[in-house]
């Protein structure tokens, strides 16, 4: 079974911002080709990190929110831990996806 997940990913653009549409391109096609089915892409801008904890001190995030098998994560994982370009990432499990019309119905079976 297919379950709903969340990747946030931050990219390791130092001295080339022009790229960056060209990199989570690639991500995409990346996480398509391992099997997983992406519903959204969010591109959250370039934003300079809290502390710095390494070399970089900014770093471009991308939000993917896609469907995959559980055994995806893992792989997605090791395939990106080996990308220069991908500083960090963070995978959550997220609720499945519920139409608005059953959260109406279910919000006002609990009202009465």
């Known amino acids: 079974m297919k379950n709903r997940y969340e990747a946030l990913l931050v990219l390791n653009t130092q001295g080339k911002d022009d790229t960056v549409k060209d990199v989570v ?5 990346e996480f398509q080709k391992e099997g997983a089915e992406i519903e ?3 591109k ?3 934003r300079p990190f809290a502390y710095v904890a390494g070399e970089l001190d900014a770093g471009h995030y991308v939000n993917f929110i896609f469907h ?3 055994q995806l994560i893992v792989k997605l994982r090791a395939k990106f831990k080996l990308d220069p ?10 609720r499945p ?8 119905a279910k919000k006002l079976a609990e009202a009465t």
Do not use: C, G, I, P
Not at 25 to 29: A, F, G, K, Q, Y
Not at 97 to 104: F, G, L, M, T, Y
């Open 97 to 104: 996806k519920q139409e608005k019309k059953e959260r109406s």
């Open 40 to 42: 959204q892409v969010q």
């Open 68 to 70: 995959a098998d559980s």
């Open 85 to 94: 370009e991908v500083y960090r990432q963070h995978y959550q499990k997220l």
């Open 44 to 46: 959250m801008d370039k």
């Open 25 to 29: 391109d690639r991500l995409e096609s």
